[in-house]
């Protein structure tokens, strides 16, 4: 076989449905030998951002001269809404006799009359079905690697807005498959070509930071116990989470330099404030792209002081966080990937002069930022923005605590057209390769949940206002980026394009007037004041929480929501249509529906008093009151019950 490997020889990846669990399988040319391929792929932790360690148990020998061994490995949870995995494994690599590599996986479990190992605390037992690698010399040197990749996450342990994200083999394969891929042949080039590779002189130094940004920023997302991580009591509002670490392991992380007037002093804690929120019709490269070139539409340039005064291990006071206040900020580009689907940089914030009265501080601020997933162009998985303060002499040593966002597209259904469907890797990662028309499909109708954790160095006694302060700033955070994600949706422009009904309704405009014309006949008020004749737009745009279910199918099934109710449920216009009337109420709740709604088909109205219901993410919903009618058609017929829930908040 005369094959050259180079660094194009990316491969394809072939995506499996219809199987148990989730799969993907690749093959692409590496520049590498089989022995180092094997190396890299067997050390995950190094090549996957997901995995938080691997340990190896035990080690046995066969008598074909292979290895067999017993393995631990620990998963990140992706998001603040579901638990970390954990897999026990058997690893099986031998040497073939044309000198190819194989390296098989599988998990141990009783199943295969294998013990039954115990569970771990604040982990859910997944399993990896037979996986593994086929790595074949090439003549003139390099490998031709092959990848199978496996898995069954136990989605029934999360909640059903997260279940794509355990259920979809595309995400593996852009999460894991790819990921080796695009870790080995980094790699080779930066060995073959050490003066193109994007990672400047110190590659692996580079590389480093950028895993140290990762890791730091997924421990503060899952908040393990055994990491030091415990959580504070909830100020009443549960939309933040608020975790301290007091560990030495972690306290390690922040340096102790004297200031210039000798003091010196360590941060006896870390804060990390975390939540996640559901994100509607915005694509997470172009949300991403937009929190990262106009930071001044999120970030408090006193919170960013105070961050990097705190990792100088001085005595600094507590800002007033100041919405809307930056000064500025410049972004020099530090190194980035070969197929540039991550850079990293560093950002020197400006105009900080007027907080040095508050708080002893460098005269310039530095964030060390990393950024993936902003190829909109590319095949979308996860697009993440992580940064943490640094000092401004950069070495090798500096303390890393990050902060970040991460947002995962949800709707994966569009997978399941084609069982035997497979992607072009190399055309996937290519600038470009989509058409304009797909790039503007993707965009409607999509649903992403976004990940944000704001971490903060600080002493035990401040532990308090730090707290307060922190949940304060989050919950600011989340209101720009909610205000942001609403502005770049296309539809918030094209907001009839965006209200198509299901299939067998009518059109968007008739039911808005067939709501608004019930609601003036049982209850004798006008329910929409007009934007000239447009009822739909004023439908839409009303403060109160509207939404109409069907009455043919039992339990009723939302069949529209305007954005206020789309907004309290947490989800969009299509996946509304996967939401029955029962599952928003509690068990009161639902025995009041099933005293009313006989009464509300009677009369054709009825008033519900106050009470709590869930969004669809699971987060408990109070509302003042409710109000319901029977919506009728022109023929008099009843078509729909419309719900409105009136003054309604997250608890």
Known sequence: MNVQPGPDSIGIVAISHGCTGIAARACGLVGLDPTRVAEILKDRPCWLR?????????????????????????????????????????????????????????SLNNTQNGPSMPPSPHFVRADILPSGYLIRPCEGGGSILHIVDHFDLE??????????????????????????????RQISQEISQPNVSGWGRRPAALRALSQRLSKGFNEAVN??????????????????????????????????????????????????????????NVPPSILLRFLREHRQEWA?????????????????????????????????????????????EVIKLESLGHYQEDMMMPADVFLLQMCSGVDENAVESCAELIFAPIDASFSDDAPIIPSGFRIIPLDTKSEGVSPNRTLDLASALDIGSRTAGDSCGSRGNTKSVMTIAFQLAFEMHMQ????????????????????VALALSPSSHQLSSG??????????????????????????????????????????????????????????????????????????????????LDKIFDSNGKKTLCSDFPQIMQQGFMCIDGGICMSSMGRAVTYEKAVAWKVLNDNEDPHCICVMFLNWSFI
């Not at 997901?50 to 340990?55: A, F, I, Q």
């Not at 005064?309 to 070969?338: D, E, M, N, W, Y």
């Open 50 to 106: 997901d995995c938080r360690s691997l340990d190896i148990v035990n080690v046995l020998s066969t008598a074909n001269g292979g290895t067999l061994e017993l393995i631990y490995m620990q998963m990140y949870a992706p998001t603040t809404l579901a638990p970390a995995r954990d897999f026990w494994m058997l690893r099986y690599t031998s040497v073939m006799e044309d000198g190819s590599l194989v390296i098989c996986e599988r």
């Open 155 to 184: 989605p029934w342990s999360v909640p059903e807005v997260l279940r794509s994200l355990y259920e979809s083999s595309t995400l593996l394969a852009q999460r894991t498959t790819m990921a080796a891929l695009r870790y080995l």
């Open 223 to 280: 908040g393990f116990s055994d990491e030091g991580w415990s959580m504070l009591e909830s100020d009443g509002i549960d939309d933040v989470t608020l975790l301290v670490n007091t560990s030495p392991t972690k306290m390690m992380m922040t340096s102790s330099l004297p200031f210039s007037n000798g003091f010196t002093s360590m941060p006896s804690a870390v804060l990390c404030a975390k939540a996640s929120m559901l994100l509607q």
């Open 300 to 344: 408090d340039n006193s919170i960013d002081a105070y961050s990097a005064a705190a990792i100088k291990a001085g005595p600094c006071s507590l800002p007033i966080p100041r919405p809307g206040s930056f000064g500025g900020q410049v972004i020099l580009p530090l190194a980035h990937t070969i197929e540039n689907e991550e850079f990293m």
């Open 464 to 483: 308090e206002n730090v707290a307060s302060m922190a949940r304060q700033y989050v919950r600011s955070v989340i209101a720009s980026v909610q205000r």
């Open 499 to 580: 209200l198509r009904p299901p299939p067998a309704s009518p059109e968007a405009h008739t039911l808005a007037r067939w709501i608004s014309h019930s609601y003036r006949c049982y209850l004798g008020v006008e329910l929409l004041k007009p934007n000239g004749t447009d009822l739909l737009k004023s439908l839409w745009h009303h403060p109160e929480a509207l939404m109409c279910c069907s009455l043919k199918a039992v339990p009723p099934v939302f069949t529209f929501a305007n954005q206020a109710g789309l907004d309290m449920l947490e989800t969009t216009l299509v996946a509304l249509q996967d939401i029955t």
